[in-house]
């Protein structure tokens, strides 16, 4: 199954602040979106704190990051590096250790030799497009899910193909007025979506959203 888990989206639609760098890798007031995420037991283990909070946005971030054999994301979710790779040193935000330990393909048009890095995680950069980073990711998961991490690009591509199977959205109570918008002209409906289930956390709405077989 090709699952998005735990995107979180504002009530305006952006899934993402404008202008990221380096100094704001989820956009400006990017933060406001995942601050349901932060205070969980899932967010700080994945980080390798201990304790966090364990309740309905707990359990349902964890069940996010179960069974998982291989992630896909955006090369701006690697980073917020731009154009041709200047040399080999941005190895992602998150350290030696990524909190991935699977194998991860980043959709790039420009093309970078595989990165292993520690605990499992090995980088593989896929320039020919989302169906290819698709077979390579179903071959490294097996009989496991893959995760489509992001960004906001990378999720609107495989919906208008009607590739995901499920999408859940972490809708936060706060207006972002800019960004990258989720959903914008895209008609989900036509494409056979639906509403399946909406659980209130403490700090965000939990929406999923299926294909119709
Ligand atoms: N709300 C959440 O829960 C959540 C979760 C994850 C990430 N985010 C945020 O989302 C933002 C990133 O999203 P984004 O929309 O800016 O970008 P993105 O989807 O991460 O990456 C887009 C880039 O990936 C490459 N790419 C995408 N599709 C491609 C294709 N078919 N073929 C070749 N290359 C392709 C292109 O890079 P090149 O042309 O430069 O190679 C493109 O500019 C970040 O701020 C991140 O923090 C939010």
Redesign the pocket.
């Given at each position: 199954m090709l699952r998005v888990s735990?995107?979180?989206?504002s009530i305006d639609g952006?899934?993402?602040?404008p202008n990221?760098d380096l100094d704001?890798?989820?956009?400006v007031r990017?933060p406001e979106?995942?601050e349901w995420?932060f205070s969980t037991r899932a967010w700080r283990k994945m980080h390798g704190l201990s304790e966090g909070e364990t309740g309905v946005d707990n359990s349902i971030a964890e069940a996010g990051l179960a069974g998982i054999g291989a992630w896909i994301?955006?090369?701006?979710?690697?980073g917020p590096?731009?154009?041709p790779w200047p040399d080999e040193s941005w190895k992602g935000w998150w350290g030696e250790e990524p909190p991935y330990h699977v194998p991860v393909f980043?959709?790039?048009?420009?093309a970078r030799a595989p990165i292993p890095m520690k605990g499992g995680t090995t980088f593989n950069f896929?320039?020919?497009?989302?169906h290819e980073?698709l077979e390579r990711a179903r071959a490294a998961a097996g009989a496991k899910d893959i995760r489509l991490?992001?960004?906001?690009?990378?999720?609107?591509?495989y919906l208008r193909e009607g590739l995901i199977d499920e999408l859940h959205l972490?809708m936060r109570p706060v207006l972002l007025g800019a960004?990258?918008h989720?959903l914008h002209d895209i008609d989900l409906r036509a494409l056979g979506y639906e509403c399946t289930k909406s659980v209130p956390g403490e700090r965000a709405t939990h929406v999923y959203l299926r294909r119709r077989p």
């Open positions: 735990s995107f979180a989206i952006y899934a993402a602040g990221q704001n890798p989820l956009g990017g979106l995942m995420f994301l955006g090369r701006n979710m690697f590096v731009r154009g980043v959709l790039t048009h420009h896929v320039t020919g497009g989302i980073a991490g992001g960004g906001v690009a990378t999720i609107r591509q972490a960004g990258e989720l």
